[in-house]
């Protein structure tokens, strides 16, 4: 029997508690020898329970090419890969290997190339989360993959790639119409419109607006409906609002080098995972809230937290420190008027003209000098 502790090795024979063990188990196998693996076939009982499993090379089989054009082939990975593996389950309810194929007829990967198989790509469900609420409000995806890449320190540190996040942003924007044509997502709207009590207005205030209308209003008392549904109930009117960039990190002065901002990214990336855990079931959700009740008390009353007394008083003893610095400083300072001094550069009104400009501003001078003296001597004779 396998109890996680053993060197990765495979023998006709060894016995599983679990049929995901078995599967975890072969492709550890499978990254250390440079191969991908997938589930193959299975078999099942009368009574539907599995009793025969296969995983296989992901390069089995042979795939048959559809092209009418027999020059221009569809790029394939299938090579008829032979080698797999078998199990059964026991009377005991446990898993037995039952028979195994090495042999491989293509290049196996190198070690450093395990991470990009499909199997070994994981989407976590906070990030799921994080990239759903940012494709909600209108960021683009490539500015929070690149923020996932900063985060973990490089690609080669993420366990998905680029397209994996595209690929469930694509899922969800399908998912929020139902299916993908026309009249399937009309159907839809035509039965989902009675159960999710939606009004439709010829004045489109509420969709220009996001405001709902009187007539509306007037249309669900009208149907014995006294509450606003919660579809028209902007997220900005509610008290308990959460907004995805209330956490996001600023690092103005470097602050994700410093240990604090370390510690900070650590103790969030592990209650990201303690929350996935705990959110499927009550009593785990109240066991870790009441843990971290009693580390917030504890380290409260430690004074080891930011919101101890004597970290405040620290904090405030500071500040009037540096105001009173300021506040010297001031003083002392003697603020003169700058002095006039000549810009760079011809001056503005000294710029050059054309020849042809300058006579004719010459003429128009003469002109209006010509004017003024006959407007002058008039007034004087009068």
């Not at 990009?116 to 799921?128: C, G």
């Not at 990190?249 to 900070?264: A, H, L, M, T």
């Not at 011809?346 to 010459?362: D, W």
């Amino acid at each position: 029997m396998y109890n996680g502790e053993e060197k990765v090795k495979l023998e006709v024979g060894m016995v599983f508690n679990l049929v995901e063990e078995l599967f975890e188990y072969y492709k550890m196998y499978g990254n250390e020898i440079g191969f991908q693996i997938i589930k193959r076939s299975s078999t099942k009982n009368d009574d539907g329970e599995l009793k025969f499993v296969s995983y296989s090379c992901a390069r089995c089989g042979i795939s048959k090419s559809n092209s009418m054009n027999a020059c221009k082939l569809q790029p394939t990975t299938k090579t008829g890969c032979k080698a797999r593996l078998g199990a059964s389950i026991c009377p005991d309810g446990k898993w037995r290997i039952t028979s195994i194929t090495f042999e491989h007829n293509h290049e196996l990967h190198t070690p450093g190339k395990v991470q990009y198989f499909k199997s070994n790509r994981v989407l976590k469900s906070f990030m799921k989360r994080k990239l759903e609420l940012n494709d909600r409000a209108g960021i683009r995806l490539n500015k929070k993959i690149n923020s996932f890449v900063v985060e973990a320190g490089g690609h080669d540190n993420l366990p998905f790639l680029e397209k994996d996040c595209r690929n469930y942003i694509d899922k969800i924007r399908r998912l929020r119409l139902g299916e993908g044509d026309v009249t399937a997502i009309q159907n839809y709207f035509l039965k989902m419109q009675v159960h999710l009590n939606e009004v439709n207005c010829n004045c489109r205030l509420c969709e220009s607006k996001g405001i709902l209308c009187r007539h509306a209003i007037a249309v669900l008392i009208r149907h014995g409906i006294f509450y606003v549904p919660d579809k028209y109930i902007l997220s900005c009117w509610r008290k308990d609002v959460k907004r995805c960039h209330t956490n996001v990190k600023i690092s103005y002065d470097n602050w994700d080098v410093k240990p604090e901002g370390q510690r900070f990214d650590k103790m969030c990336n592990s209650f990201y995972e303690v929350a996935d855990l705990a959110t499927n079931n009550e009593e785990t959700f109240c066991m870790v809230m009441k843990a971290i009740d009693c580390l917030k008390a504890k380290l409260t009353i430690d004074g080891s937290g930011c919101g101890s007394s004597q970290c405040c008083a620290n904090l405030i003893k500071d500040a009037i420190e540096n105001e009173d610095l300021n506040n010297t400083s001031n003083e002392k300072r003697n603020i003169l008027t700058p002095r006039v001094v000549r810009s760079k550069g011809r001056p503005p009104y000294k710029r050059r003209q054309s020849k042809v400009k300058q006579i004719i501003q010459k003429k128009k001078g003469k002109q209006r000098q010509r004017i003024l003296r006959h407007t002058s001597s008039a007034g004087r004779f009068s």
